[in-house]
């Protein structure tokens, strides 16, 4: 059973739009992540979270923004699509004390 | 610069044999260690783990071996099968708790 829920899937979205990738957890982690993966590539940290109101930028530089109104919610917002953000975004959260992190599905953005 | 390395992109093994998946990392302030297995459209899912204070950790199928002076760890799945056919990243953890990827290994393991 899935702790972390991802949502949408899959998104296919015009140029210019504005989308927004949902990330819940219900494991009550304080830290939340986003990742970015191209195919064959490593995930890129693109933001993360230690706590509500605390949000960060990661190693790859991106054009998106977070949020962290609520514990258990991480949402990532691109205020205009662009094909060069076309990727696969994955959000996972761990717990305070560090360990592994609990990865959502995922979500697969197509921007044409 | 990346910190943490898989240097084979992808690996096919027979069924039934032994698969190695390998790791090196250049940070020695590393301190835990992760293995991760990855289906395409999903998002990873947590393996195994080894703590830098232990070289070797064990769970049914998989073994993770660390030596912390070649700055080395590798995976060992056996015996292999079909439905281990995915990608694979090695992970590191700091004292930040962040974990550092490598760029993957796809194993095959053909029938």
């Known amino acids: 059973e899935a702790d972390i829920y991802q949502t949408p899937r899959y998104l296919v979205i015009g140029t210019g739009k504005k989308i927004t990738l949902e990330c819940s957890q219900t494991m009550g982690h304080d830290k939340m992540y986003w990742y970015q993966q191209d195919p064959g590539m490593e995930l890129h940290l693109i933001h993360y979270?230690?706590?509500?109101?605390?949000?960060e930028k990661g190693d790859l530089s991106s054009e998106s923004t977070v949020s962290r109104i609520r514990t258990e919610h991480f949402p990532l917002t691109l205020e205009s699509a662009r094909p060069s953000h076309t990727s696969q975004y994955l959000c996972?959260?761990?717990?305070?004390?560090?360990?592994?992190?609990?990865f959502g599905s995922g979500t697969r953005l197509t921007v044409v | 610069d990346q910190q943490v390395k898989q240097n084979s992109p992808s690996l096919s093994v027979q069924e039934g044999r032994i698969s190695i998946l390998n790791c090196d990392y250049t940070?020695?302030?590393?301190?835990?260690f992760l293995w991760y297995k990855k289906y395409p459209a999903e998002g990873p899912t947590f393996l195994i783990s080894i703590s830098s204070i232990k070289d070797k950790n064990e769970d049914g199928r998989f073994t993770v071996f660390l030596n912390k002076s070649a700055k080395h760890l590798s995976l060992h799945i056996v015996p292999s099968q079909p439905g281990d056919s995915a990608v694979y990243f090695c992970?590191?953890?700091?004292?930040?708790?962040?974990?550092?990827f490598g760029s993957g290994t796809q194993l095959t393991v053909l029938p």
């Open positions: 979270s230690y706590g509500v109101n605390s949000t």
């Open positions: 992970a590191a953890q700091g004292s930040a708790r962040q974990l550092t």
């Open positions: 996972a959260s761990s717990a305070r004390t560090g360990g592994g992190y609990t």
């Open positions: 940070n020695s302030m590393f301190d835990y």
